[in-house]
């Protein structure tokens, strides 16, 4: 599969008007995606759990404008107006416009909401990305094409994503979604994610994930930014080494739902995540204190209680806790009487692995 496979020969219906709604999970991701080529190519394959509630909802309207000339659209945040997300979309256009060619004839009107607070610290690109790339693919899919092949929709869908945000692409289908170029994994592409199609066990049905938030400010660092500082970076090559056997190892893990393995692997690609910005140059802590008590806390309760709970983190401060579904409870309550405390207003998300983003 190569770019040129989505770029759209000929449409065949014309329309003046419509919308599309969408709705698309935020994704964590259990091996990261951390570095890139040009064209949002990862360095590395990375494979995430899709959520489930932690969401955007986006309704594209279109109509079409009497000249082409440029891009011609509104974006509103519950109903208010924001300019300043404008720059992002307007970026995100340029890119796609090659495989959406209609992009210019059209004034679209983007209409959008997330079910977790806006300054949460929870990244709303991942499913703010993927939400409008699919309602995009909604207004293709009305003209027409006959350049469709299997599961074109979803694969180009998927591409677009990734050209607004990298780990976008991971957010369009559930449970587990690989992106990445990998030679174990049937179907991976650098191009777009695709749905995990190895054997899962059991024990990570319905996988919990409580997203403590430590710190709801702006990121320090920017994902763009943290991105290219993996250029250079004295230790890129190991750790892109490193990514590709954690995704070969985490294959077993995973079909034989070996718990302990698992917790090794997620928490070791958390904080390498983290070393690779510690060490970079500019240099960067993400975590704050309240991040290293919650997870001395979690080792803590997993040595006295035995518990398969372990952490995972982004490239911010929060905390996501993850937990096999048989131990809802007790690891809740864990949360709740011990970790919520380092919790920025006592503020956490329940959420838990989801099937991914669905037509409203
Ligand atoms: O999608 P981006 O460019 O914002 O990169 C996000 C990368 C991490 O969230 C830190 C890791 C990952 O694989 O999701």
Request: hydrophobic share 35%; glycine share 6%; charged share 20%.
């Amino acid at each position: 599969m190569v770019e040129e496979h989505f770029i759209p020969k000929k449409y065949t219906n014309s329309i003046d008007n419509g919308s599309f709604t969408w709705s698309s999970p935020s994704n964590i991701a259990l091996v990261k995606y951390w570095g890139k080529k040009e064209h949002q190519i990862p360095e590395n394959p990375s494979i995430s759990f899709t959520l489930n509630h932690c969401k955007t909802t986006t309704k594209v309207s279109f109509s079409k404008k009497e000249d082409a000339s440029g891009f011609s659209f509104d974006v509103f945040l519950d109903n208010e107006e924001k300019g300043d997300f404008k720059p992002k979309i307007e970026t995100f256009f340029k890119r796609i416009e090659v495989y959406l060619p209609f992009l210019k004839d059209y004034h679209f009107k983007i209409e959008t909401t997330n079910t977790f607070p806006h300054s949460s610290g929870i990244a709303s690109s991942a499913s703010g990305m993927s939400a409008l790339a699919l309602c995009l693919m909604s207004i293709e899919e009305e003209f027409g094409t006959e350049d469709y092949f299997d599961d074109y929709f979803i694969q180009k869908a998927s591409f677009l994503a990734r050209l607004g945000s990298g780990s976008a692409c991971r957010s369009l289908e559930g449970d587990l979604v690989v992106w990445g170029k990998h030679k174990d994994i049937e179907g991976s592409s650098d191009l777009f994610g695709v749905k995990y199609p190895c054997q899962v066990h059991s024990n990570f049905k319905n996988y919990q994930d409580t997203i403590l938030l430590v710190d709801k400010g702006e990121k320090q660092v920017s994902s763009t930014v943290g991105h290219n500082l993996m250029h250079g970076h004295p230790f890129a090559q190991e750790r892109f080494k490193q990514a590709n056997k954690n995704l070969s190892d985490i294959i077993s893990i995973l079909k034989e739902g070996d718990l302990d393995a698992f917790i090794a692997l997620v928490e070791s690609e958390a904080l390498t995540l983290h070393a690779m910005m510690m060490t970079s140059m500019p240099y960067f802590i993400l975590m704050k204190p309240n991040t290293l008590e919650i997870i001395n806390k979690i080792w803590e309760y997993r040595k006295t209680s035995g518990s398969k709970v372990c952490f995972t983190l982004d490239a911010g401060a929060n905390v996501h806790v993850l937990y096999p579904e048989n131990e809802a409870t007790s690891v809740l309550e864990f949360i709740q009487n011990e970790l919520v405390a380092y919790c920025q207003n006592g503020q956490y998300i329940c959420d838990v692995i989801g099937l991914g983003a669905s037509k409203v």
